[in-house]
């Protein structure tokens, strides 16, 4: 069974897994269903989804339907991904995927991460700029 993961800040790191799974998704054992960025509204994270001049996603038709970014792939398949755009300790979707990715590089340390540790979380890796 694959793990649900969600993404905490969409900057480059977050950009790169995003597309990283997107291209390995069949073999991946684990599925992306959210992603959360304080600073980027569903609108800019769309933009850079479609220019990014690093990061190209252009074998997918991307699209925004409310809170949801949907990517088809060219085989056909969608997949949805809810989009957020709060604070850490009020995004919505704390304690639904298996796997949380801190990305936003603001919580750095095991401290900063133990309030993500509920519900069917159990299991968060932070990426540390710098590092």
């Known amino acids: 069974m694959k793990k649900i993961v969600g993404i905490n800040g969409f900057g480059r790191f977050g ?3 995003l597309k990283y799974w997107l291209d390995r998704d069949k073999d991946a054992n684990f599925i992306v269903m ?3 960025d304080d600073t980027l509204s569903i609108d800019d ?4 989804l479609k220019t990014d001049e690093s990061v190209v996603f252009n074998k997918y038709q991307i699209k925004k339907i409310g809170s949801m970014l949907h990517f088809r792939a060219p085989d056909g398949e969608v997949h949805e991904i809810e989009f957020t755009s709060t604070v850490k300790e009020e995004i919505p979707w704390l304690g639904r995927p298996d796997i949380f990715l801190e990305c936003s ?3 750095r340390g095991k401290n900063d991460c133990l309030d993500i540790l509920t519900g069917n979380t159990n299991l968060v ?3 540390k ?3």
């Open 34 to 36: 959210y992603i959360n």
């Open 45 to 48: 994270t769309l933009e850079i």
């Open 105 to 107: 590089g603001k919580n």
């Open 15 to 17: 950009l790169h897994l």
């Open 129 to 131: 700029l710098g590092c």
């Open 125 to 127: 890796f932070c990426y």
